[in-house]
């Protein structure tokens, strides 16, 4: 499952399908980015971060790609679990001050 | 090693009321951010804060909302006279390093209602 364009709310995704969630950036200035993932009821969960000075990521089951160009930034799940179903939000950072999307809402269809 | 704690989890108060949110870091963090939550959105900055000092407050509204990190106890988070626009859920997020760092912790939240 793929969400496109600038940013979809919903992905839905089968169990054991890869997922490309898609965010769109502000600020070409970003020193960093990050993908976290919220639960309901939770507070946000790190997942993975690139720097500015990178194009691409890679961690456990998730790769992170940077596009500065068009200042596109995706999160590649790998073999999506029920587990991963939540909002992810991408965020940009500046020193410290981060700046949230709105986020994806991530549902994993068994 | 206990995550960033926040209490209460949930608060609910009536207009006008004052609304305070407390955070405690992880240990060994000595910065702590806030941010707020409205519904179906991202969270938006509100205020870094160290030890005794107000490092950023720019997203804080200008009134009713003020922030604190003590030398001893946890950052409090106050909002004097809430409104219903008030309502949302606050983080707290606490991160060791200083400049550059990204390595922020976020709490569970508190759910601020305001009926």
């Known amino acids: 499952g793929e969400s496109v364009g600038l940013h979809l709310p919903t992905l839905s995704v089968q169990e054991g399908d890869n997922s490309i969630i898609n965010c769109a950036y502000s600020?070409?200035?970003?020193?960093?980015f990050i993908w976290y993932k919220q639960e309901s009821g939770k507070g946000p969960q790190f997942i993975i971060d690139?720097?500015?000075?990178?194009d691409k990521r890679q961690g456990q089951r998730v790769t992170v790609l940077l596009n500065k160009t068009v200042k596109h930034l995706s999160l590649q799940i790998a073999a999506t679990q029920p587990g991963d179903s939540a909002v992810y939000f991408c965020a940009e950072g500046d020193d410290y001050k981060l700046s949230f999307g709105a986020g994806t809402t991530v549902t994993v269809r068994a | 090693n206990a995550g960033v704690m926040q209490n209460p989890r949930h608060l609910v108060r009536r207009r006008g009321q004052e609304a305070r949110l407390r955070c405690s870091p992880m240990?060994?963090?000595?910065?702590v951010y806030w941010y707020r939550q409205l519904p179906e959105e991202g969270l938006k900055f509100m205020v870094y804060l160290q030890k005794e000092n107000i490092i950023d407050e720019s997203g804080m509204p200008k009134e009713r909302f003020s922030a604190e990190f003590p030398k001893e106890g946890p950052s409090i988070l106050r909002i004097q006279q809430v409104v219903r626009g008030d309502s949302a859920a606050y983080f707290c997020a606490s991160s060791p390093k200083t400049s550059g760092s990204y390595e922020q912790y976020f709490g569970p939240g508190t759910r601020l209602t305001v009926t």
């Open positions: 240990k060994g963090h000595s910065h």
């Open positions: 690139i720097r500015s000075n990178m």
């Open positions: 600020n070409s200035a970003s020193d960093y």
